[in-house]
């Protein structure tokens, strides 16, 4: 008699289900996992520097940081300490608010002896590189409608920093140059250049103080320097000295600005990168 098969005799062949993953992959995945955990962790207490803000101020612990906001974004205004700015002989020193932040200073050195025509000096920063920043003052000043003459952006290592510098001339007009007539609707030609001079006298007393009404009436030239240094945070340290005179001639001179400069980056202290 033939033998019946295994088949025929009702025994079926049965598969092994092996698990998903080997130990070797799970134990490769466990690794993976762990060491995501620990870059969160860290990633969470990761302190990139940003100053603390209490009440909306930035808590600091003097009173001549240098800070600039790193964000882009003013609703995440995040803060950081670029440096320090140190006394300039001769100068007596003013921390202002900046108008577009309160929490970011700005540094105003006025000079005692005024005889070379520098009449202050201005420390600040912003979230830009030096020439970057740089080039978007001077595009921004080109545009500006007036008479503006803007020098070449120049390069040199000033007490031991790298700096971008550049020279420029601004004109103030008269302000009986800049007033515009404006008819006055029924009445006579008397009455209205009699009005005329009125509107004029108001709009110059609005715009410039009383003491600086001889100025603004015969007009006045302002000599600068601007300059800037590359800090962290890709940000930058802003310099700038100035004089006022009403002739040209009359400005401090390029050596009396590049001397005023010098000082002032003298008594910047930066922050490590």
Same mark, same amino acid.
């Given at each position: &008699?033939?033998?019946?098969?295994?088949?025929?005799?009702? /025994?079926?062949?049965?598969?092994? #289900?092996?698990?998903?993953?080997?130990?070797?992959?799970?134990?490769?995945?466990?690794? *993976?996992?762990?060491?995501?955990?620990?870059?969160?962790?860290?990633?969470?207490?990761?302190?990139?520097?940003?100053?603390? *803000?209490?009440?909306?101020? *930035?808590?600091?612990?003097?009173?001549?940081?240098?800070?600039?906001?790193?964000?882009?974004?003013?609703?995440?205004?995040? /803060?950081?300490?670029?440096?320090?700015?140190?006394?300039?002989?001769?100068?007596?020193? !003013? #921390?202002?608010? &900046?108008?577009?932040?309160?929490?970011?200073?700005?540094?105003?050195f006025t000079p005692q002896d005024t005889a070379d025509g520098v009449t202050d000096i201005r420390v600040a920063c912003g979230?830009?590189?030096?020439?970057?920043?740089?080039?978007?003052?001077?595009?921004? &000043?080109?545009?500006?409608?007036?008479?503006?003459?803007?020098?070449?952006?120049?390069?040199?290592?000033?007490?031991?920093?790298?700096?971008?510098?550049?020279?420029?001339?601004?004109?103030?007009?008269?302000?009986?140059?800049?007033? !515009?007539?404006?008819?006055? !609707?029924?009445?006579?030609?008397?009455?209205?250049?009699?009005?005329?001079?009125?509107d004029t006298d108001e709009a110059a007393d609005e715009a410039q103080p009383a003491e600086d009404a001889d100025d603004q009436a015969a007009?006045?030239?302002?000599?600068?320097?601007?300059?800037?240094?590359?800090?962290?945070?890709?940000?930058?340290? *802003?310099?700038?000295?100035?004089?006022?005179?009403?002739?040209?001639?009359?400005?401090?001179?390029?050596?009396?600005? &590049?001397?005023?400069?010098?000082?002032?980056?003298?008594?910047?202290?930066?922050?490590? #990168?």
């Open positions: &008699m033939a033998k019946k098969s295994a088949k025929s005799k009702g /025994y079926r062949r049965q598969s092994v #289900k092996k698990p998903y993953l080997s130990k070797k992959e799970i134990l490769i995945l466990c690794l *993976v996992v762990l060491v995501v955990g620990i870059g969160a962790i860290l990633l969470f207490r990761y302190d990139d520097g940003a100053l603390k *803000v209490q009440d909306g101020a *930035v808590v600091t612990e003097g009173d001549n940081w240098l800070i600039v906001n790193g964000s882009n974004v003013r609703g995440r205004a995040r /803060y950081f300490k670029l440096g320090e700015i140190g006394e300039i002989d001769g100068t007596s020193r !003013e #921390k202002r608010a &900046m108008v577009t932040d309160i929490n970011l200073p700005e540094y105003v979230h830009s590189s030096a020439a970057g920043m740089a080039q978007y003052t001077m595009n921004t &000043m080109t545009a500006l409608e007036g008479e503006m003459e803007i020098g070449e952006l120049q390069t040199a290592e000033i007490a031991g920093h790298n700096v971008q510098y550049y020279y420029y001339t601004s004109h103030a007009r008269p302000a009986e140059e800049t007033a !515009e007539a404006q008819p006055v !609707e029924g009445a006579d030609e008397a009455a209205a250049e009699a009005q005329v001079a009125e007009g006045s030239y302002t000599r600068s320097i601007a300059a800037y240094i590359d800090a962290a945070h890709d940000s930058c340290i *802003v310099l700038n000295a100035e004089g006022s005179a009403e002739t040209v001639e009359a400005c401090p001179t390029d050596e009396a600005l &590049m001397d005023a400069l010098t000082r002032a980056v003298s008594a910047v202290t930066l922050e490590q #990168k």
